[in-house]
């Protein structure tokens, strides 16, 4: 793969209206902008990150978590620009990779648009619905692939088609975002059918088309049938925010009590060898508050991994622009903070994801968005019943629910469905179980 390829303004759907000249905000962060200014990233803000919505302590959703994304991301990219003017590029290809903050910003913004509200709990309910719950009854009339994008519902895939898919009423390539923000955004550039036992990949069938698209003028080359090479700035977007959901939540389940000042300490302080650890620790000690005292471990923990999550990606550019390197950046760091990230992990699967606070989030997610994928399929599959008008007259006209396939008919429920916020899900729910009134 070539940066004059990989790095291009061109807009998917507007591909003829691209003339090149220079404006005063480049296209990459005019991509940038009309993300921040998008509804999809508005909802974000009430969507569920890992820990319930905020009562009286306030955690991160996902809209605070892409904008510490986001922020991460660029400046593990400003990293990687200090390091690669050592790399014998020319001129043109040094002037090229100046966008690379940007490119990688914007992809850090749009990572989170595709996820289902109540946390990654939502994807897992879709797609046991279909593999083990009512929509099983469906598989006769979907191809094996359709059938794969289903079982293995993927909020990454999911952000590509809200991206890219022209939703009745709007214009044709979607955001018309540029081939490179699309491309550095597809962690898993690959067909449902290669997901894997971790259910991971990029583009559904109906988006198919418009990734190759993507690839073909970016130069990534298609390493399998359905199998494309990563473009390399994923792996900026994708330390970003590991470095990120890793870490935050650490500090949240500190504020909710879950973790004491103690042990959050000790996770943190983790990353460091020892004089660098004695240091932070004596600077804890001119902190009295509890949350400060994280909040400065944090701080240092986070600059420590984005300037070697940037050593990581310089140092291995070879094999990655070869298409060949699939590891994640964090596993490609110096091995004690490799330890650090590991030992984090383990404490956020055995203590964090399954405290209380967090399951109940599951539980509900799991009811509410069960019941409602029971009468919206059920609504648009048999629209000629008295309640599917009634239910389908109040549904937003840019989703297909009077698609001519199948496969579209379901799309157009999981869109509807996957772009609610926490809040509207459960408010909907309500209404239609008659729990719920509108005031008179």
């Not at 940038?32 to 302590?57: A, C, E, H, W």
């Not at 291995?316 to 994640?328: C, F, L, Q, S, W």
């Not at 729910?429 to 008179?440: E, I």
Request: some cysteine.
């Amino acid at each position: 793969m070539e940066w004059r390829r990989l790095i291009i303004d061109r807009r998917l759907g507007l591909e003829e209206f691209h003339d090149g000249n220079a404006q005063i905000r480049s296209e990459f962060q005019r991509d940038y902008d009309r993300m921040i200014f998008s509804s999809p990233f508005r909802r974000l803000q009430n969507k569920t990150q890992v820990f319930p919505l905020p009562g009286s302590v306030f955690v991160h959703n996902r809209l605070t978590h892409s904008l510490e994304v986001s922020t991460v991301g660029r400046s593990i990219s400003r990293e990687v620009i200090l390091r690669m003017r050592d790399k014998g590029l020319d001129n043109s290809e040094l002037n090229l990779i100046e966008n690379i903050p940007d490119i990688v910003a914007t992809a850090c913004l749009c990572h989170d648009l595709g996820n289902p509200p109540f946390g990654h709990s939502g994807e897992k309910t879709i797609s046991t619905w279909f593999s083990e719950g009512p929509g099983a009854i469906l598989r006769g009339e979907l191809d094996s692939q359709q059938w794969s994008d289903l079982i293995n519902f993927e909020g990454n895939a999911n952000s590509f088609r809200l991206l890219t898919h022209q939703f009745v009423g709007r214009r044709k390539g979607g955001f018309a975002m540029t081939y490179s923000t699309l491309g550095a955004l597809v962690k898993y550039p690959w067909t449902s059918e290669h997901a894997g036992s971790k259910g991971k990949f990029g583009f559904f069938q109906s988006e198919e088309e418009s990734y190759r698209k993507v690839a073909d003028w970016l130069g990534i080359p298609e390493t399998a049938p359905g199998v494309f090479a990563r473009h390399p700035l994923v792996y900026l977007m994708e330390a970003a925010d590991d470095i990120c959901y890793q870490i935050m939540d650490i500090e949240d389940a500190h504020r909710l009590s879950i973790l004491s000042t103690e042990e959050a300490s000790e996770y943190l302080l983790g990353f460091f060898e020892t004089p660098r650890r004695e240091k932070l620790f004596r600077g804890m000690g001119y902190l009295s508050d509890p949350n400060e005292k994280i909040g400065y471990l944090r701080s240092n923990v986070i600059g420590t991994l984005v300037e070697n999550s940037a050593e990581a990606f310089v140092n291995n550019i070879e094999p990655i622009m070869r298409g060949e390197k699939t590891a994640p950046l964090v596993q490609l760091l110096p091995q004690h903070l490799k330890k650090g990230y590991e030992s984090c992990s383990d404490l956020a699967f055995n203590k964090i994801y399954c405290a209380p606070h967090v399951v109940d989030v599951d539980l509900a997610g799991c009811r509410i968005i069960s019941y409602l994928l029971d009468v919206l399929m059920d609504a648009v599959m048999n629209p000629d019943k008295n309640y599917s008008q009634l239910l389908l007259a109040r549904m937003p006209k840019q989703y297909d629910f009077n698609s001519t396939s199948v496969y579209g008919k379901i799309q157009s429920v999981l869109d509807h469905v996957s772009g609610m916020t926490d809040v509207y899900a459960l408010d909907l729910f309500r209404k239609l179980n008659g729990h719920s009134l509108p005031a008179v």
